[in-house]
């Protein structure tokens, strides 16, 4: 069956970077598209940036851009969200997400990673 | 972007009721709608896409209608299974992928 599987919850000081995982399994990793999104405390879901199956597009929301670095491995089916800079209102539960096409929705989610920014 | 405009942002109902949640895009996004469910400390779990198609496994209580700029998400005959955050996502354009603000539906 397919499941995403996050790595554990992170404490981070400000200006810190934070590396996420998300290791895939139960499908072809390199046949669909992945997303991150996160979830600020008690707050709605916002997108960050998307990999194409062949790992050579991806596309980073425009508030992410420069900070925001999504890598992986297909040696071990795993996505890397890596994120620089960090601030208090990055504090967030982060999701990795499948997606079959650009256009399509996201069937199957990670369990989330919580990041905590605090100094 | 393409912003999505969740109607109403918090309701309140009883087991049995029908309920009916409305996402209005800020242009045209054909059928390139999707809606999720989320139970609190749980990810999203999709339920609706293309507007109307029912994912796998979910219950046929659920359904969801619309295209161009208004769509909504219908619950006939809420369960207690049911009380939870509803989400509407636009796949139109990734540049950015947008959700709406969200719908919590709590028990009367």
């Known amino acids: 069956q397919v499941q995403l599987v996050q790595s554990g919850a992170e404490v981070k000081r400000p200006g810190a970077s934070v590396k996420v995982s998300c290791k895939a399994s139960g499908y072809t990793f390199t046949s669909f598209h992945m997303h991150w999104v996160r979830q600020a405390p008690g707050q709605g879901l916002e997108w960050m940036a998307i990999i194409n199956p062949d790992g050579d597009s991806i596309t980073y929301a425009r508030r992410f851009q420069g900070r925001l670095t999504l890598t992986r491995d297909t040696s071990t089916s795993t996505l890397y969200m890596e994120l620089n800079s960090l601030r208090s209102d990055d504090t967030a539960i982060y999701y990795c997400?499948?997606?079959?096409?650009?256009?399509?929705?996201?069937?199957?989610w990670g369990q989330g990673t919580l990041v905590t920014v605090s100094s | 972007d393409i912003q999505l405009t969740q109607s109403p942002s918090f309701m309140s109902a009883s087991v049995g009721d029908r309920v009916v949640i409305t996402c209005r895009a800020s242009q045209d996004i054909s059928r390139f709608l999707a809606w999720y469910q989320q139970r609190p400390g749980k990810a999203p779990k999709l339920l609706i896409y293309a507007a109307s198609t029912l994912q796998s496994g979910v219950p046929s209580r659920f359904s969801g209608s619309g295209s161009g700029t208004e769509f909504t998400l219908t619950i006939r005959s809420l369960q207690p299974e049911d009380f939870a955050t509803y989400y509407c996502q636009q796949v139109k354009s990734y540049l950015p992928i947008t959700f709406g603000q969200g719908t919590r539906l709590e028990s009367k």
């Open positions: 997400a499948r997606a079959t096409l650009s256009y399509s929705p996201f069937d199957f």
